[in-house]
């Protein structure tokens, strides 16, 4: 399989052709960003981290008969994935309040919640990825209500398999955000990443933050808590 050209920059990954249509290479890199891309910084190790533990993540996933993009692992940094036409929406699952849910909604962080919450954020940047409703979704034409209906199942299957993963790994699984994409005859496939980029983890034990918190609220170095993760993914499958 050969590196083609670079089709598109995101904030925290590269994606390029390959000579197969159906196949995309992606390349993870060091780059950490908060708040819209207010906060920007080159962390060094990032990328093949969230690269490693995001493989590791999917192929559980897989393993749990949750369709999902993701091919195979390149090198550390770089890994093969299906193409496919992303749908502009970030779901939020929530277990355990925390972020803007606490802050929306004044419920301290750390407060269990009775049942899982999905939420809607439409992917645009000029509007700061606002939290939208299923008839927002439906007059923008995002998504249709039959896919409204699958994504967020999806999202829930994804949520008790990560749940038992993180669990098997001492870690409360509290929050996280996935996309999803469209291959061409339809079929929906979970797709971006699964990393403490993208996913609130805290210790069971200590409650300390194994994620990319760190980061966002300047409470250390990001690389050694991200290790952490892999380090508990890697020896579960040993
Ligand atoms: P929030 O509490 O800030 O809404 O975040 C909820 C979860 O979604 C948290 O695990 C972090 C993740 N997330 C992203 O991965 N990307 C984003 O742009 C945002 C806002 C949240």
């Known amino acids: 399989m050969k590196k083609g050209t670079l089709l598109y920059e995101g904030k925290a990954k590269q994606l390029f052709e390959t000579d197969d249509p159906e196949v995309i290479w992606v390349e993870y890199l060091n780059q950490a960003t908060a708040l819209n891309g207010a906060k920007k910084d080159q962390i060094s190790g990032k990328g093949e981290l969230n690269n490693q ?37 970030e779901v939020v699952v929530r277990n355990v309040a925390a ?95 699964v990393s403490p980029d993208t996913c609130r983890l805290w210790d069971k034990k200590t409650k300390e933050h194994l994620d990319k918190d760190i980061y966002r609220r300047d409470l250390g170095d990001i690389i050694p808590v991200y290790q952490e993760v892999l380090n508990r993914l890697e020896k579960r499958g040993e």
């Open 99 to 193: 972020g803007s849910f606490s802050k929306r909604l004044a419920i301290p962080e750390g407060v269990q919640l009775n049942k899982p919450i999905v939420e809607f954020y439409y992917k645009n940047d000029e509007l700061d990825d606002p939290m939208i409703v299923d008839d927002h979704i439906l007059f923008l034409e995002l998504a249709t209500t039959e896919e409204i209906k699958q994504l967020r199942q999806m999202a829930l299957e994804v949520d008790q398999a990560l749940i038992e993963l993180f669990n098997s790994m001492d870690i409360t699984l509290i929050d996280f955000k996935l996309e999803f994409g469209r291959k061409k005859d339809g079929t929906i496939l979970l797709a971006d990443e």
């Open 53 to 89: 533990i995001t493989g590791l993540i999917f192929n559980f996933l897989k393993s749990k008969n949750i369709k999902n993009h993701f091919i195979k692992q390149l090198s550390e940094t770089e890994q093969l994935i299906q193409a496919v036409d992303i749908i502009p929406l």
